[in-house]
């Protein structure tokens, strides 16, 4: 079974070809951080609140993705949602090349270097077992295009791609805009996925005043 992390990874990618959509750099980093964060209160390791985050069991997960961080939150001390989610993000280039790396070990993607022009290499990651790529996009799918009561880790999932814009990336307009009230309902259902959108958000709206602020 792969993790949070990995189908985060995975929903990514182009159905051909092997390469990624195109997202903010920001959205790639926080992408990561919220899942791994969520995928930590899927463990029952943390829980959150409005104003912390905070610690319920120290016991590692065995899971390399995760015990890094678990170990962090163990050792240091009280923070809210929104400081671990810049945490993480300053170290997400890391645990995506750990990610795909596992999905490479598993035989699920193949990593291949392409030049272009002859001088700019590319890195692709076309799937060799499509069924567990294909298995993420459509359950999510099924979710937003139905009105049934998601799965706690697919709402988790919807909430933390619709909060980096990740769905802006995968569906067409049209598309994006039948699915939004379903978004919107989904993000509701999940409290903890409620909690690491407003932290994403605080975040993203932080650095663009910043940003704005040098211009």
Known sequence: MVGLVEEIVLLQLRDEGGSFVR??????????????????AIENRIDNDLEHLFLIDDTPTGDGLLDPTLAEIAAGERNNTRFWIE?????????????????????????RDERFLWVFRTRRYPAVDGQVRREVKLRIMEVLLSDEIPDPRDAMLICLADACGIFRALLSARELTEVTPRIDQVARLDLIGQTMVRAIDDVRMAVAAATAGHL
């Open 23 to 40: 997202v903010p750099t920001w959205s790639l980093r926080y992408s990561i951080a919220g899942a791994v964060l969520m995928e930590l």
């Open 87 to 111: 945490h993480i993000a300053e170290r997400a280039d890391g645990i995506r090349e750990a990610a795909l790396a596992r999905l490479v070990d598993q035989g699920i993607l193949e990593e």
